[in-house]
């Protein structure tokens, strides 16, 4: 039986809640489907920052390595100056583990509420592949004469033809496998950032001549936005860099059905990818069993799909959308008409009997 | 009477059709409210560069400082290489001229369609104040070792005191003035630009400090994308950096309905500024008399209201108002049930009737 050894970081507020769910899902997955999950928790997060000063320990990255994936709940804690733990545990992570793709399907289920008119899960069905190590999520910058009238602040974003090549190569070869529009779509804004966008452009049509069966377009950063409210259906798979891919994202989160569904996998194919609900830790809703934790489910079911059990995958996926069509009144917490347990349950209930 | 003398730059595409109605517009303005325009018109665009080879003349920020205000059609051609023109005239008289400030007013008006389900005029009524001159438009950067393995691309946000301070200190001083919510929303990226909005945070607190009857609110960059498209309603005055504020502009256009009506300011307070749609050149329909003329006219109206004919710019907001909801099938080109033409007459009557 295969066995894979997991990882799990549960994180602060409501992570806790979701990451539980998403556990009782992998489990009814893994009795279905036949293979075992080991997992292992770790505590990093605001509580275990406040209680010891540190937000990482030293040999977490050498820990972490040794696991197939890492599960991770929500990085946020109220008491904590925001940045510091999303620097030092999320951002650190994603660079250290060279998890250099962002990886976010935009996915309407049926029966979910989109916010925008006239558009059904036939037209939301893309997936946004962002570069997750570099551009100016790299930190590089400086200031100078600092909290005078001549302060200069500077924001570098340094991008490599290693990482834009990989990133761009990784976009292709997901367009192929998925198999639907055959398209990859560079999103950037190569008129005016000429240094950064010249390199991204040079190098996504010499790779995309290596994909004669993929086809290619352009949009800039200002004009994928407007698209994506606009027309989704354009899209099959965008590229872009870090920062980018950061604003297009959420706003395909909120055209998807909001941060209840949305989830995504920050993947290093040669190394440990790690997989999250992209909400955020919402805390006020800590403790009272009433956020979603389908997003958490879903970042499971990647994690899965990842992991190449696609059966399994395939079944969580059904089961969520089971769910979001026949029970749930909504996706936001508190107006689900359902508990977090309670969805939960069916989830793991509908992965369980298949649907 | 007051005589305002007014640079006009028709420029690409269909430029010189929605300028034209813009023209149009603004001489009925001026009969019915008793001042006068003197308009000078500049060729500068793709075909003079294509004819010229000289994207601007030496003289033109000499000679376009004379005026009272620029009223710009479009930029951008199809046989010239992008960016050439952008950069070399947009974005090239944006930093001569100081323009700091670029104003973008996101309203939807009665009758118009916006994508967004349940949301009406009522919701969808704010204003971007974007930094103009700075951040990553700086066109800072490099590159080294190009075209191998080891490239390295670097762009830089360059970001200084005096020009982030001018700018938050127009946003509050404009959210006094609209007098609506009286809230300022810093949009920023806080967590990860850790350089260039600590500055930008930290100046917003100084500067409101000053202004203890307008509300202050902060949303990272991807949460307001989010907003904007759920909850456009929570907005009043968005004050953000240049790559930003280009992101979420764009969008803004796309929740009031679209290119074909939304229109911006190049301000600078103690020079020149530049009205223009925001919509491009849409060259495939040049020629056609079937491109949207209202952003071109909501552009004359900003500008109107700039020079202080508040009567006359509230003749044309109403007028393209009442055309949008009485008449107009749609927004869109080729789509309005009406010629450009025709569009600029009817706007052009009410304005001189009054509505
Ligand atoms: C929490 C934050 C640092 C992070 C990012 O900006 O990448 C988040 O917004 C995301 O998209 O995963
Ligand atoms: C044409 C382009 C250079 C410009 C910009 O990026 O500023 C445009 O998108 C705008 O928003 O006015």
Chains 1, 2 share one sequence.
Not at 119 to 145: C, H, M, Q, S, W
Not at 169 to 179: D, K, S, T, V
Request: aromatic share 10%; proline share 5%; glycine share 10%.
């Amino acid at each position: 039986m295969k066995q894979y050894k997991i990882a799990v970081i549960p994180g602060d507020g409501t992570g806790p809640e979701v990451v539980r769910e998403g556990v009782k899902v992998l489990d009814a997955a893994k009795e279905r489907f036949g293979f075992d999950i080991e997992y292992t928790w770790f505590d990093y997060g605001g509580d275990r920052y406040l209680k010891t000063g540190e937000v990482l320990p030293e040999n977490a990255v050498d820990k972490l390595k040794k696991y197939d994936a890492i599960y991770l709940g929500a990085i946020g804690h109220p008491d904590v100056k925001p940045g510091i733990l999303e620097k030092g545990i999320l951002l650190y992570l994603r660079f250290a583990l060279d998890q250099y793709i962002n990886l976010r399907p935009v996915v309407l289920y049926p029966g979910v509420d989109t916010p925008l008119k006239d558009k059904g899960p036939e037209d939301i069905d893309f997936v946004v592949v962002r570069e997750n190590t570099e551009g100016l999520y790299a930190g590089a910058g400086g200031v100078l004469k600092k909290g005078t009238p001549d302060e200069v602040a500077i924001q570098e974003s340094i991008n490599t033809r290693k990482g834009v090549e990989r990133c761009i190569r990784f976009a292709f070869e997901y367009a192929r496998r998925r198999n639907k529009k055959k398209k990859v779509t560079l999103c950037g804004k190569t008129n005016v950032l000429t240094y950064a966008f010249d390199l991204w452009e040079r190098t996504f049509y010499e790779v995309a001549k290596e994909y004669p069966d993929i086809e290619t377009d352009y949009a800039h950063v200002d004009a994928t936005c407007m698209w994506m409210v606009k027309n989704p259906e354009w899209f099959d798979v965008i590229v872009t860099d870090n920062m980018f891919g950061d604003i297009i994202t959420d706003l395909g989160a909120m055209i998807q059905g909001g941060m209840g569904i949305a989830a995504g996998g920050n993947i290093n194919p040669e190394g440990v990818s790690m997989f999250e609900p992209i909400g955020g830790s919402a805390p006020k809703y800590t403790g009272k069993n009433v956020i979603n934790p389908l997003a958490a489910i879903c970042a499971g079911q990647m994690m899965l799909d990842y992991l190449e059990e696609r059966e399994a995958a395939a079944a969580i996926e059904n089961a969520v959308k089971e769910v979001v069509s026949k029970h749930l009144k909504s996706l936001s917490a508190g107006k689900m008409g359902y508990s977090t347990t309670e969805v939960g349950d069916l989830v793991a209930k509908y992965v369980k009997e298949g649907v």
